[in-house]
């Protein structure tokens, strides 16, 4: 694997995490004509990109190894940390002037911390979680929040234009995750409200679909009653993005509200509602699924 070498962006980058979002977002970057290299802690995930001209490699290490551009999107800090730090890691392959890009949702201090250690490799770090959904992934039209250096994001500018429609730098390294945690708050509020207003509208015997159909061109527009909507309405919980990942996402919010002295009441019923919905095998639905309780509570 070591004769890979760069196409016309003139640059390397290696992807860590085939999971709902990450295959997708590494597709786009394929697709974009960078040379890309890929591992997946489980064999097999990366049978499609292969096809499409990506590379395997065997460990984290071999992969930083083979990029000058690293991008991760892991589920949690513990999984960013192990790949980063753990035997055969990030960490070993990386050399002074690599470019970290973290895509997971982690805690804004964990994402300093992180930066902190690379930054005695000489190794540079963006945090840039993503919001979108599976759909924005495999669009490329995601919405990507940045947090580091002004330097860094324009040397990656490249690589977050192949995987979102809107790059946003916010400030230092940990601005990134700030802002997906806010994203995470409003979209608690958003999908409650949405699901109490489908559950009216059943209760009050109305074609549903047509008042969704009204209101996506008023006030009440948001990119959940357009995209999630049905599935409240039917009842049905394909999935888009797991309630379980929802929920820790909420976990760093209502942790950094209370650091902060910030009040979420919202967000903390959200939480409970997923907690309960986690508790009935209901984790790995959508975030959707947030109407099952409103729904049952007004006896649908």
Not at 12 to 30: D, E, K, P, Q, S
Not at 114 to 141: F, H, Q
Request: glycine share 14%; net charge negative; hydrophobic share 45%.
């Amino acid at each position: 694997m070591s004769d890979i070498t760069p196409q016309h962006h003139g640059v390397r980058v290696g992807f860590a995490g085939m999971g709902t979002m990450g295959a997708f977002m590494a597709a786009n970057l394929v697709r974009a004509g960078f040379a890309l290299t890929v591992w997946n802690r489980t064999p097999g995930r990366a049978a499609d990109l292969l096809e499409l001209g990506a590379h395997e490699a065997a460990s984290p290490k071999e992969l930083a190894q083979l990029s000058d551009i690293v991008v991760t999107c892991l589920t949690d800090t513990p999984q960013v940390n192990d790949v980063l730090f753990g035997e055969h890691g990030l960490a070993e392959g990386l050399v002074a002037g690599s470019l970290f890009i973290d895509c997971s949702t982690i805690s804004p201090l964990s994402a300093q911390e992180i930066a902190n250690r690379l930054s005695e490799l000489g190794v540079t770090m963006l945090d840039a979680p993503v919001s979108g959904g599976s759909e924005g992934a495999r669009l490329g039209t995601l919405s990507i929040m940045v947090g580091g250096d002004q330097v860094d994001v324009e040397r990656a500018r490249p690589v977050l234009d192949a995987m979102g429609s809107t790059v946003t730098h916010l400030g230092a390294v940990g601005s990134g995750q700030w802002a997906k945690a806010i994203n995470q708050v409003i979209l608690a509020g958003v999908y409650l409200g949405v699901a109490e207003g489908i559950t009216l509208g059943l209760k009050a015997g109305l074609d549903v679909e047509r008042v969704v159909g009204a209101l996506v061109g008023g006030a009440a527009a948001s990119w959940v009653l357009t995209n999630r909507s049905g599935n409240m309405i039917n009842d049905e919980y394909p999935l888009g993005f797991k309630i379980a990942l929802h929920r820790k996402d909420l976990g760093i919010g209502l942790a950094l509200a209370e650091k902060v002295g910030a009040v979420l009441p919202i967000t903390a019923i959200a939480a409970t509602f997923e907690d309960g919905l986690a508790s009935q095998g209901h984790g790995d639905d959508d975030i959707s699924a947030l109407a099952r309780p409103i729904r049952r509570l007004s006896g649908l």
